[in-house]
């Protein structure tokens, strides 16, 4: 598969500011060095994301180049490269060329491909990490942007009823179905599509790792779908758009029970209070 590496030249403390402003984009992966870089299918490419690199350019008062990168099997590059995670004891996330570790409550295993969320990221590790101190069992669950689908797979391993897990992106929903079955999970549904797919109208725990415009855009309709004395937990917002997402949320009537932050992340856990 051909790709296109496109290298901007920023000060680092810009990195993530420009990978959530590309989170929509046709962007699928990224290498921090002493520059990031950002890849994307050769034939992905096309006039909307150069528009959108121009205007971040001017935004940033920074450049960027895009240069088209040797036709590689990049998923065995990746796989082999892909490190085992810890969190706490709690979890420990590893490829499936990984010997099986002791001392944790409990294992996922996956295969890494470039989908979103394997947690590396702070916005999976802050997810994962919060889902410890929620109760799951007997609970319906809804994994909205699954990515991998790690944590739909660890939302079954918490004891959960029912998990529906949906993205828009087909290489996800390859990768979550690869995952359920690399983990023996029995109780994780898969659909692609956004929340017109769903076969539930009501969840007790929403989980939601996405950016920023889509948790805008869904607000109202997430907030509908949480039973009452429901959980919202969401990540993939910076530290910059707390305010936006805080007014948003509070509005609708949900309660802030915790934000964490890891570098420039936050991760929210929102209570629907009962309404009498």
């Not at 299918?41 to 971040?56: E, I, R, S």
């Not at 996922?108 to 470039?114: D, N, V």
């Not at 994962?128 to 319906?140: N, R, S, V, W």
């Not at 994780?188 to 920023?212: P, T």
Request: with cysteine; aromatic share 8%.
């Amino acid at each position: 598969m051909a790709y296109l590496s496109i290298i901007f030249s920023c000060p680092d403390a810009l990195y993530e500011n420009i990978i959530a402003e590309l989170s929509d984009s046709e962007v699928d992966s990224y290498y921090e060095t002493e520059s990031l870089i950002a890849y994307v299918q050769k034939d992905k490419w096309n006039d909307n994301l150069k528009a959108n690199l121009d205007a971040l350019a001017v935004k940033y008062t920074m450049s960027y180049e895009v240069e088209e990168l040797e036709d590689t099997n990049w998923n065995a590059v990746w796989e082999s490269n892909f490190q085992a995670v810890s969190i706490s004891d709690f979890c420990h996330i590893r490829a499936n060329f990984h010997p099986q570790q002791t001392g944790f409550e409990h294992q996922i295993e996956i295969s890494p491909k470039m989908a979103f969320g394997t947690g590396h990221h702070e916005t999976t590790a802050m997810m994962i990490a919060q889902m410890a101190k929620l109760d799951f069992k007997g609970k319906q669950i809804l994994d909205y942007g699954c990515g991998t689908g790690i944590l739909a797979v660890l939302a079954d391993m918490l004891g959960s009823k029912a998990v529906e897990a949906i993205d828009i992106d087909k290489n996800s929903v390859d990768n979550t179905l690869e995952h359920i079955a690399l983990n023996k999970v029995q109780n994780v549904q898969v659909a692609q599509g956004d929340l017109e797919v769903l076969s539930q109208s009501k969840y007790h725990i929403i989980l939601a790792n996405i950016n920023r415009g889509v948790l805008m855009q869904q607000a109202e309709r997430l907030y509908d779908l949480i039973e009452d004395n429901g959980t919202l937990l969401m990540s993939g917002i910076l530290e910059s758009d707390r305010n936006l997402i805080e007014e948003k949320y509070l509005n609708l009537g949900l309660k802030i029970i915790s934000v964490e932050q890891s570098g420039e992340w936050l991760c929210f856990n929102f209570l629907k209070l009962v309404h009498v």
